[in-house]
């Protein structure tokens, strides 16, 4: 991990001083804190199919072998001239500990690896799951990917990323039961009518989804643990919980019944995670920042990641303004992704009008943006990636 407080410092004295160049992650770094001389670029690289890189490559070699996704991380620093990439580790969730913890998955040449099979079927099981002692399987496969990239990459910001207790029990149970077991939970102790709750416990058992969340929230908190006995930093590190959210749940059932797991793995770790909770518009943003209490409540994700889209995958731009100006009055660095689905059907033409819209809005406003690419589907022309960072390069600048 490189020497953060040595580059921020770095940072600030070229971005003050017009000293230099800024590198991509100095770059990133000080758009966190302030303006720096353009918006920085990212790209979630294990989003691009293995073989869009490489034909050699595919999902089930590089569930087997880290030496594979070391030579693909290289392959994406080689040709996307970008400021950040984001994760580079092609196992799609087998990382985050879960097939430690007894889910199947299925694997494949030509998908990314999805589950199953779960190890949770009834109450009684969750007994039976063990959490992991040590770093094994995928999860140590994933702490030594990382670690190689980083030391081969040392300009790069590689941080970590865990499921959090609600995504990890997705993943345990299926993301079709956990949702059920919580609206059993929930429907059950928010009635006193005895012939409900009667009715209620005829459909399912109101106490496993608590149950299941306590296993995942202690299970969260080992994994991070593991992942600082490894010698990994929980600077920038992220705790997911990308599916707690709409249209699974309504955010009044987020705050009640998965963000207290959710905070007790924050605690732990001293409020070093930074907690991916993604919200569905500028105007939800807005609500949860002045009505619900300071603390854990305001770590949501700065980032339109799930607002509306037009047809063609693009943020419905009536939210940019308002996305930017609620990033500005906080002092937030707002991450503006664009879809892969737009980048594969556009135009030169129409990536350039997105991104000169974009970046236009933002430094007129003074706003400090990020422009990530993520979800970049089979058919994509990969050159688009870069042409759409040049753009960036040339619109960008505060």
């Not at 731009?317 to 996305?323: K, L, M």
Request: proline share 7%; hydrophobic share 40%; with cysteine.
């Amino acid at each position: 991990m490189p020497n953060l407080i040595v580059t921020m410092l770095k940072a600030l004295i070229k971005g003050k001083l017009h000293i230099g160049k800024l590198n991509g992650l100095e770059r990133f770094m000080l758009a966190q804190f302030g303006l720096p001389d353009r918006i920085p670029t990212m790209l979630a690289a294990t989003n691009i199919e293995p073989s869009m890189l490489d034909p050699k490559y595919n999902w089930k070699l590089t569930v087997e072998s880290p030496e594979a996704n070391v030579a693909l991380a290289d392959l994406v620093c080689e040709r996307f001239d970008c400021d950040m990439i984001m994760v580079p580790i092609w196992q799609g969730v087998m990382i985050v500990g879960a097939c430690e913890m007894g889910t199947e998955f299925k694997i494949s040449e030509e998908r990314v690896p999805y589950p199953v099979g779960y190890p949770i079927k009834s109450k009684e099981d969750i007994q039976k799951i063990k959490i992991p002692e040590e770093a094994t399987g995928h999860l140590k496969m994933y702490f030594d990917t990382i670690s190689e990239i980083q030391r081969r990459h040392p300009e790069l910001f590689l941080t970590l990323t865990l499921d959090g207790p609600w995504d990890l029990a997705m993943l345990l149970r299926g993301d079709d039961k956990l949702p059920l077991d919580m609206r059993i939970h929930k429907d059950y102790y928010e009635t006193d009518d005895p012939i409900r709750k009667e009715k209620i416990r005829k459909r399912g058992d109101p106490e496993i989804y608590p149950a299941i969340m306590e296993l995942t929230t202690q299970a969260a908190i080992r994994m991070f643990d593991l992942a600082v006995k490894y010698g990994l930093s929980l600077l920038g590190a992220s705790l997911t919980d990308q599916y707690a959210a709409s249209p699974i749940m309504s955010r009044q059932d987020y705050v009640k019944y998965v963000l207290p797991y959710i905070e007790r793995v924050w605690l732990h770790h001293k409020k070093k995670l930074t907690i991916v909770a993604p919200c569905t518009s500028p105007m939800e943003m807005r609500k949860i920042l002045e009505t619900e209490p300071a603390g854990i409540n305001h770590q949501i994700l700065w980032s339109n990641y799930i607002f509306p889209t037009t047809p063609e995958g693009i943020t419905l731009p009536e939210y940019d303004h308002p996305a930017f100006e609620l990033a500005k009055e906080y002092k937030k660095n707002f991450a503006y992704i664009i879809h892969g689905k737009f980048l594969r059907d556009a135009t030169k033409q129409e990536i350039e009008a997105l991104v000169k819209r974009v970046c236009t809005l933002a430094t007129e406003m003074r706003t400090s943006l990020l422009i990530a690419i993520s979800a970049v589907p089979p058919g994509t022309d990969l050159e688009n990636i870069n042409y759409l960072f040049k753009m960036v390069q040339e619109y960008g600048r505060y």
